[in-house]
């Protein structure tokens, strides 16, 4: 009977130890899924949390929901020469979901794997600029991460994917080595095609490269279609955009309008249009913005705003300049469609 009452303290002893180490400070280690589809790991103690950040008391008889979605936004940061600006922590970013701050949670510059896909115009009119045009593809896909994995999208009046996924350089380059420059330019096909095959990709960070002297007189889908579909995929869009001079590039309301049309859809993904003056910079640029994405920061909040409704957020990245450096440029996406379970 003494056996029995000891055995019965004892096991009163310990669920309550129990019990109370559920409720204390302890690191909690969370799996999170993020809006990207990306899976991120995170160490969340109360020490990382902002200085300025108002907690919320929990009462021992209230329950706990934790919402776990975190939004990944891809930022570059370049200073006013536009090199690259690495070593930032996380109190340097503040971020704004439809002009409401968010909380920073997440902060990574780590070189992931990548899904690429390069879209080549092969249009009569890349005719004298083609052999360079080579040149800067292989340059960049020489910055590869090895588990990388490439897709090749060649275009003139038609889109066409030259080359679905693969780790192979070889095989990319000899693909681009048989295509001959012939025909119009079907620029806007290409990049929906190229968004599709995206639907496949293997990693979460997705980038498209377009090289093209601009424009488009040729495509089935127009621009209205193509700007919805940018806003809608999570995939970060490059230009290298190997424009003539003004005076040279025909009339045409299309080749016209070539330039801005890159601008406003990479700026769109936070990537840019990196225009080439001469076609002898050709393969330093490519390089450059294959350095770009594999010195990204990626940044992960938890938005505030938890409504499933499907509709557009606007997304504005600042930065907190550190003391001593210039004034910083900051590229990002301009924003995402929310949820909708």
């Keep these: 009977m003494r056996y029995t009452r000891y055995s019965s303290a004892l096991f009163t002893v310990l669920l309550c130890v129990f019990l109370a180490s559920l409720w204390s400070p302890r690191q909690i ?10 899976t991120v790991r995170e160490d969340a103690k109360p020490d990382n949390l902002k200085k300025d950040t108002l907690g919320t008391p929990i009462k021992p008889s209230q329950n706990i929901h934790i919402n776990v979605e975190l939004a990944l ?13 690495v070593g930032l922590d996380a109190d340097n970013f503040r971020v704004y979901e439809d002009k409401v701050e968010q909380e920073v949670l997440t902060l990574s510059s780590e070189d992931a794997p990548a899904t690429i896909g390069v879209i080549f115009d092969f249009s009569g009119s890349m005719a004298n600029k083609i052999r ?21 999208v060649t275009f003139n009046e038609r889109a066409e994917l030259t080359n679905a996924f ?43 490269l377009i090289i093209s002297d601009g424009g488009d007189n040729h495509s089935r889908y127009n621009e209205s ?22 005076g040279y590039r ?6 016209l309008n070539g330039p801005s049309l890159l601008d406003e859809i990479t700026e769109m993904t936070g990537g840019r249009v990196f225009a080439v003056g001469n076609i002898n910079e050709l393969p ?16 992960g909040y938890r ?9 557009w957020r606007k997304i504005k990245i600042k930065l907190r300049v550190p003391k001593g450096l210039p004034p910083l440029n900051v590229y990002s996406k301009t924003g995402y469609y929310a949820s909708t379970h």
């Design 225 to 246: 279609d193509i700007k919805r579909l940018v806003k809608e995929a999570n995939t970060q869009i490059y230009a290298i955009g190997i424009f003539d001079p003004l």
């Design 303 to 311: 938005p505030s705003n938890k409504t499933r409704d499907g509709r």
């Design 132 to 152: 360079k045009a080579r040149e800067a593809a292989l340059q960049f896909f020489k910055t590869a991460n090895p588990q990388d994995e490439f897709f090749l």
């Design 166 to 208: 693969t780790n192979s350089i070889e095989d990319l380059q000899s693909r681009m080595m048989l295509t001959v420059p012939k025909g119009s330019t079907a620029l806007l096909d290409a990049i929906y095609l190229g968004l599709s095959q995206m639907h496949g990709a293997n990693n979460a960070r997705r980038a498209l």
């Design 250 to 255: 025909e009339r045409t309301p299309e080749e």
């Design 284 to 299: 330093d640029i490519a390089t450059k913005i294959g350095v770009e994405l594999r010195n990204q920061f990626v940044l």
């Design 29 to 38: 280690v969370a799996q999170q899924s993020s809006a990207s589809g990306a």
């Design 73 to 85: 936004v891809n930022v570059t940061v370049t200073d006013p020469y536009g090199r690259m600006v």
